[in-house]
Nanobody
Framework: QVQLVESGGGSVQAGGSLRLSCAAS?????MAWFRQAPGKERAGVAS???????IYADSVKGRFTISRDNAKNTVYLEMNGLKPEDSAMYYC????????????????WGKGTPVTISS
């Protein structure tokens, strides 16, 4: 059974930082982060392949960094310069290759971790 367990969400003020983690029960070619704000559609944030190739949504470029530890089957999302519009439920997701992007359909999803940014 595939398990994806996110952690690290919380509440911070604008300009602050958070680091999200997602531990998977097995290795995956593609690991990604998505987010969904209340009343909005889920949107891709960033993705990373097992070789370290990354793709970011324009809205987070320069502020967020995705990384992974293949030995731990864990993906991270370092979020800096947080803005109120970054508030959302953040989901970890994985998929098989050959494609890896936060703009393609993923195979499995975690249950999410909430992020709230106050102004």
């Amino acid at each position: 059974q595939v398990q994806l367990v996110e952690s690290g969400g919380g509440s911070v003020q604008a300009g602050g930082s958070l680091r999200l983690s997602c531990a998977a029960s097995r290795s995956w070619y593609c690991m990604a982060w998505f987010r969904q704000a209340p009343g909005k559609e889920r949107a891709g944030v960033a993705s990373i392949t097992d070789s370290g190739s990354t793709i970011y949504a324009d809205s987070v470029k320069g502020r967020f960094t995705i990384s992974r530890d293949n030995a731990k089957n864990t993906v991270y999302l370092e979020m800096n310069g947080l803005k109120p519009e970054d508030s959302a439920m953040y989901y970890c997701a994985v998929r098989y290759g050959p494609y890896c992007s936060p703009f393609v359909m993923m195979t499995y999803w975690g249950k999410g971790t909430p992020v709230t940014i106050s102004s």
